[in-house]
């Protein structure tokens, strides 16, 4: 069987990455291919060692891989993930699915292409990212998350009934929400859209609804969620919390149940990315309050309603959200589109002659 190896890759402890793992594992697997290291154990938010890593084809993944350079600073990270990127063989090497942020400008926007010219395929998830790839000479397709590869899994959707049942929820009334903090990667006030997501909760619950706030990340001081959610509570006691990572509890995985909560939950309020997509996989549509490019895709060109975070209002916007409850998504063309994509890059990447090299062996053969 041949084998792909992942480069670069994030935390598992993030399920919006996980969910893109579990995607790839899955999209490879139905083309006969395994991938080179194991994605379903939690993970330390460090690059996979690639010394020694033999495999057909090589795969940089992650959601927004280049993240850690800030505006007006290259950080070590980001050096050492375009250095793996650059030891990889580029005929044999893919990117799927990424978003370029904002904070990725300048010098080392200019480095990552640079990068990307190299390699056999480059697929983006938002128009955003596509128009500055493309308008920089990277050869970049248009695509979707990665995520929307996937099918809602059942044993999500029992872990979730699971979950609400043991909160004494009714699913039928869960208005379901989630919400991060920000930093220079995503320059958004976090006064204003904290005191956005408490009154949008106070409002939930004084219109009937069960507001449940969804804790989709534990990796690191900068993306974690409990602070938040201990913080909302604190303001808006009738919030609840669910914790993606209390899965096991349920025989199910944390990205597993995120997906099956927002699909049983009345209405879904999708601040983090992945709490829409989770939405949309389950064929429903999700009030999207984006902070980035990624999410304004969702809206713009996927047609779920929405507006930025900083410009949510619970009085302006309650009755779209509301709505939400019984608007459809067509999701089967998205997933079809995703997976013939992803089938079309790996078999490129396949196609090409060596296979076997390892990164450092072809960094060294290009000596």
């Known amino acids: 069987m041949s084998r792909l190896g992942l480069l670069n890759r994030y935390s598992t402890l993030n399920v919006g990455d996980a969910s893109i793992y579990a995607a790839y594992e899955s999209m490879a697997a139905a083309s006969g291919v395994g991938v080179a290291a194991p994605i379903a154990a939690p993970v330390h938010p460090a690059p996979l060692a690639d010394s020694g890593l033999r495999c057909d084809a090589y795969l940089a993944v992650g959601g927004d891989v280049w993240n850690n350079a800030r505006p007006r600073l290259i950080t070590r990270s980001f050096l050492a993930n375009l250095a793996r990127l650059y030891r990889s063989p580029p005929e044999r ?5 990424q978003s370029v942020p904002v904070s990725c400008r300048g010098f080392s926007f200019a480095m990552l292409c640079r990068a990307l010219r190299r390699v056999s395929a480059v697929h983006v998830r938002d128009t955003e990212s596509h128009a ?8 970049a397709r248009l695509g979707y998350d990665s995520a929307f590869g996937l099918s809602l899994p059942k044993q999500g959707i029992d872990a979730a009934h699971s979950a609400f049942q043991r909160m004494g929820a009714d699913p039928g009334r869960v208005a379901l929400l989630s919400g991060r903090c920000f930093n220079a990667m995503y320059p958004v006030d976090n006064r204003r859209a904290f005191d956005a997501l408490a009154k949008l909760i106070v409002r939930l619950a004084r219109r ?3 507001p449940v706030f969804l804790v989709q990340a ?7 969620d409990h602070a938040l959610a201990t913080r909302l509570q604190r303001v808006v006691p009738e919030l609840e919390v ?3 990572f209390g899965a096991r509890d349920y025989g199910a995985q944390p990205w597993e149940l995120a997906c099956g909560a927002a699909a049983l939950a009345r209405i879904v309020i999708g601040v983090r990315f992945h709490t829409s997509v989770f939405r949309m996989l389950a064929g429903r549509s999700a009030f999207v309050a984006h902070y980035s490019g990624k999410g304004r895709d969702l809206v713009r060109r996927l047609g779920q309603p929405g507006c930025a975070i900083d410009a949510l209002d619970a009085d302006r916007h309650i009755g779209a959200i509301e709505a ?4 459809a998504f067509d999701i089967a063309s998205v997933r079809q589109q995703v997976r013939a ?11 090409q002659p060596d296979g076997g090299a390892t990164p450092t062996e072809a960094a060294s053969a290009n000596r």
């Open 93 to 97: 090497t893919f990117v799927f699915g």
């Open 208 to 210: 009937g609804h069960r």
């Open 132 to 139: 500055r790839l493309t308008g920089a000479g990277v050869p």
């Open 341 to 351: 994509d992803f089938r079309s890059a790996l078999g490129s990447a396949l196609a």
């Open 218 to 224: 534990m990796v690191d001081a900068h993306d974690q």
């Open 324 to 327: 939400t409850a019984e608007t």
């Open 242 to 244: 669910l914790d993606a």
